[in-house]
């Protein structure tokens, strides 16, 4: 089909703008390969049409064009740091590890479109590094001086979602790392994607009406908007409909809710790659996926790391000795699978790292446990394009990306967390059908409660427990909103 007749399409979408770049150019999909088809799902025609014409126009010209399309998350892919090989951390003044004449250069040279999803999560200086990149691959053509190279660009995401993670960082540290603090934004055009249709897809008036309302409860939630006048920090009653109140033990009852006849159902994919409970914490997750794995039959297997610290990071051998194993595999943080990790057969968990991109083994993949070996793991996908695949995959060497201590540990270990439940922050871009939101503490930074809620399109698909620290039930939590963020888009 030519350019014309497909712009004479009246159903034309981004769904088409996707198949069709893939015909005619080298295209990457970063972040996530479902980021345009999960769009349309729920996106006015008309708007789309305007966005596509817009961007095609752009690409058809090959004269540059930067946009931010700000929409709705997707889920899994391949990220950015990986294909553009950002370094990491990244600095004000870094470069992708790329060079003019290799392989990933020449493709650079050829392609015509990049649609970057998730961008407000990524630190600014990650586009910046990959604009000086473009610039320098560009560097023998006339366009070379213009952003990105003179390359069409488009950007993906979502400004009331988790925005950058700054370690030990202030509100204004965590604002001014946001792509739209950099000068990359001045050259952006945002396109806003305004009208949702799968609100108007309920079987029933009744439906169309309970999600209209869900919908403008949690826009309300996204902008700060619940509990005003507030600074950006301020709690909010939750609808008594979605909440557990009654309850002996809070940790049982967000299990029954979320996973319902759990025991007859623990072995089933479609039962459980549906459904997950969210919390605030690291160590509120640990203990709700143990107490899930003691409810399955069969053997518990045992998994430890191995532990160092990279010399080359530190002065001396002192600090090294003083670093005992003990006390190495007590560290955690987010990014790093656990010293000790526990499985059974039947366990989903979900990757922490890219092992095989091909067969769909990305950082987020969702797996179900077959088979545990001593030095391997078998498992099965349960989600994407892949599903139903068996994959084997072996401990690996890891470090976190940007650590939290004053040494770089080296953990050797399946990159794996168990996934009955996980992180808000880990949540992000996923769709589920059931979601328990467990909050004995209370959530600490922009979009966490609007990422919470909004993994589900229902609100029968959401159940909430709040407690404070004696377990008594609350109806309030708090809602985190740094306005600011909003003031230029």
């Known amino acids: 089909m030519t350019l014309q007749k497909q712009r004479q399409n009246s159903q034309i979408s981004l769904v088409d703008l996707q198949r069709f770049v893939i015909n005619i150019s080298v295209v990457m999909l970063l972040k996530n390969h479902h980021f345009v088809k999960d769009l349309t799902d ?49 600095l004000d003044n870094s470069t992708c590890k790329i060079e003019y004449n290799d392989d990933v250069g020449d493709l650079l040279r050829q392609t015509k ?67 739209n603090a950099s000068y990359i934004w001045n050259s952006v055009q945002v396109l806003t994607l305004t009208k949702n249709m799968r609100l108007q897809s309920g079987p029933t008036q009744n439906d169309k009406n309970e999600m209209q309302q869900f919908s403008e409860w949690l826009l309300r939630i996204s902008e700060g908007k619940v509990s005003e006048p507030n600074d950006g920090v301020g709690d909010f009653e939750i609808p008594p409909d979605l909440l557990i109140t009654q309850f002996e033990d809070p940790i049982v009852a967000i299990i029954d809710a979320t996973y319902p006849d759990f025991t007859h159902n623990y072995h089933s994919i479609q039962y459980l790659k549906g459904r997950a409970i969210l919390a605030s914490t690291l160590e509120i997750v640990d203990e709700i996926n143990n107490h899930i794995l003691d409810l399955i039959p069969g053997d518990m297997r045992d998994y430890y790391s191995s532990n160092s610290v990279d010399k080359f990071e530190i002065n001396g051998d002192t600090v090294v000795n003083i670093l005992t194993p003990e006390f190495l595999s007590s560290l955690r943080t987010s990014g790093l699978p656990t010293h000790h990790v526990k499985l059974k057969v039947g366990t989903p968990i979900m990757l ?86 467990y909050l004995p503490r209370d959530v600490f930074t922009h979009g966490q409660i609007y990422v919470a809620l909004s993994r589900v399109i229902t609100k029968k698909g959401i159940r909430i427990l709040i407690h404070d620290q004696h377990a008594k039930v609350k109806t309030k939590t708090t809602n985190v909103v740094y306005k600011e963020i909003f003031n230029n888009i």
């Open 42 to 90: 729920h996106l006015d025609p008309d708007e789309q049409r305007g966005m596509y014409q817009k961007i095609m126009g752009a690409v058809d010209s090959q004269n540059g064009a930067v946009f931010f399309l700000h929409g709705y998350g997707g889920t899994g892919g391949r990220t950015a740091h990986s294909k553009f090989k950002i370094p990491v951390p990244t």
């Open 352 to 437: 922490m790292r890219n092992i095989d991109q091909s067969e769909g083994l990305c950082n987020g993949t969702k797996l179900i446990v077959t088979k545990l070996g001593t030095y391997v793991i078998e498992a099965s996908i349960i989600a994407g394009k892949n599903c139903g695949n068996q994959v084997y995959f072996p401990r690996m060497d890891m470090s976190p990306s940007q650590s939290p201590w004053p040494f770089k540990l080296n953990r050797r270990q399946f990159p794996i967390i168990v996934s009955y439940s996980m992180t808000i922050n880990k949540s992000q871009g996923q769709s589920l059908d059931t979601v328990g939101l």
């Open 113 to 179: 479109l990049i649609i970057w999803d998730e961008a407000p999560m990524a630190h600014k200086h990650t586009f910046e590094a990959l604009d000086r990149t473009l610039r320098d691959v560009m560097s023998k053509y006339s366009n070379s001086k213009e952003m990105f190279g003179g390359k069409v660009v488009v950007f993906g995401g979502d400004f009331k979602q988790i925005l950058p993670v700054v370690p030990r960082g202030s509100r204004s540290d965590i604002v001014h790392s946001a792509i």
